[in-house]
């Protein structure tokens, strides 16, 4: 089947969306299987171990599956409203089985502690004045926290040591540990630095301090990561990306606007408005940002500190979640309804600019203009090293698609608002385990004969 050719950006219209045609060679997810278990939107998965992961969502309820066949093993009941937040969370020193356990909070603001091992619930705590939105493990601490219109510190008997006072109406959003026993939280427009203090011969009992807020942003934040041991990264909802240090807490970098510094050969105007320019999510590598600007993707250089790759319509709505895949390939999902899967690749280095050459220049006649030359050079100065290239586009769900997790052994597995779970296989793969299987019956069957 012919491959079909790739959009291209046109001058002076809006960016048109990159198309694939059906011959996805670089595409490995040719087989799928959906799962269906849950009632309504399907918006967290957590990964358990190498072949588990659990699923969550506005129903309520968690389900835990096997990765590798799609079986449901258990089903989770305990929350009357929709689950807000979920994480894997360590065992509890009491219990003589290790067993996984998860921490899931919800809009009936309870926070649950469930055995994904026995479907057992564990602990429950249902002291919250409002819901939690975050959660976030301090393993060198041996703390947890819950976000809502406050902070709250929790060992892992699920006993409150301390708390805020009231920080917001709407909440915390997000939540990251960074060192000297400090975390940032994300409150509207603001990040505000806190110190944890555990107890010491002085003091018996837990204290959190507010050290320091965090004023940069001009809207609410969406997005917060650490993206390595020096610097964390925050997003807002009007496109604003900033670099901070983690130690003293300065900006070290900020990208406002993402459009106006690349392909400025181009004049492609975007619709400015907030949902097409918010920064809902992202991932990093060693070297760059990945984040998710409205319905586009953008690689921001840490050290470069500027736009290195992007595509400015990678999906036809908002990105809601991506994530790196080996190979210098990028995974993103949207609210319309596709997976896109993407290569970073580097581009050709431009032209030299070449000699005047003819009669004229002989004597001096056919000189370069300077003036004509900048516009070259400054061309040079904005053109991305980079590209984004669409190598595989799955079409499952029908409606917008949550997130994902990715196994490297089992595949990709995606939820959607559509109420459905699909596990993307490698068709290649899969086809061989299955001829592998099918060996395996026929010599312990005897059916198999060797012909000389």
Not at 5 to 20: A, G, R
Not at 294 to 312: D, S, T
Not at 371 to 392: D, F, H, R
């Amino acid at each position: 089947m012919r491959r079909l050719p790739l959009l291209e950006l046109e001058p002076n219209n809006k960016s048109p969306l990159q198309t694939i045609g059906e011959e996805q060679t670089q595409n490995p997810y040719t087989e799928l299987l959906v799962l269906r278990a849950h009632r309504d939107i399907v918006r967290f998965l957590v990964q358990l171990d190498d072949c588990r992961f659990a699923s969550a969502g506005d129903d309520g309820i968690v389900v835990v599956w096997n990765a590798q066949t799609g079986e449901k093993l258990l089903e989770l009941s305990g929350h009357t409203q929709k689950i807000t937040a979920i994480i894997t969370f360590p065992p509890l020193e009491a219990c003589e089985e290790k067993n996984q356990l998860i921490l899931t909070a919800s809009a009936d603001k309870t926070v649950i502690v469930w055995d994904c091992d026995t479907g057992r619930q564990v602990r429950k705590v249902s002291c919250f004045h409002s819901t939690v939105k975050c959660l976030t493990i301090l393993q060198r601490l041996d703390v947890w926290l819950s976000g809502g219109s406050d902070l709250c510190v929790w060992n892992r008997r699920l006993d409150l040591l301390c708390k805020t006072s009231h920080l917001s109406d709407t909440g915390v959003s997000a939540l990251i540990e960074i060192p000297k026993n400090c975390v940032v939280a994300a409150v509207g427009k603001e990040l505000i630095i806190f110190k944890l203090v555990a107890p010491t011969e002085g003091s018996l009992e837990w204290n959190i301090l507010e050290v320091k807020r965090l004023l940069d942003h001009q809207d609410n934040i969406l997005s917060l990561v650490n993206v390595n041991d020096l610097s964390f990264v925050s997003g807002s909802h009007v496109g604003e990306l900033i670099v901070w240090d983690v130690s003293d807490w300065t900006v070290q970098a900020c990208e406002r606007n993402f459009w106006t510094q690349l392909d400025t050969q181009q004049e492609i105007k975007l619709c400015q408005k907030p949902n097409d320019i918010s920064i809902h999510h992202f991932t990093w590598d060693e070297e760059n940002v990945f984040a998710a600007v409205g319905r586009g993707l953008y690689v921001y250089n840490l050290q470069m500190k500027r736009v290195i790759a992007c595509q400015k319509t990678a999906h036809d709505s908002s990105v809601l979640h991506i994530a790196r895949l080996p190979n210098r390939q990028l995974i993103s999902c949207s609210e319309d309804g596709s997976v896109r899967i993407w290569e970073l690749r580097e581009k050709q280095q431009l032209a030299a600019e070449p000699l005047p050459t003819g009669f004229f220049n002989m004597w001096g006649f056919g000189r370069v203009n300077k003036q004509a030359s900048q516009p070259v050079k400054k061309q040079q100065e904005n053109t991305t090293p980079c590209s984004l290239e669409l190598i595989g586009d799955l079409i499952g769900h029908s409606s917008s698609v949550e997130m994902f997790l990715h196994f490297e052994d089992h595949g990709l597995v995606t939820c959607s608002a559509d109420h459905l779970i699909i596990l993307w296989k490698n068709g290649e793969r899969e086809s061989g385990l299955r001829s592998l299987k099918l060996f395996q019956k026929l010599e312990e069957n005897g059916d198999l004969y060797l012909t000389v």
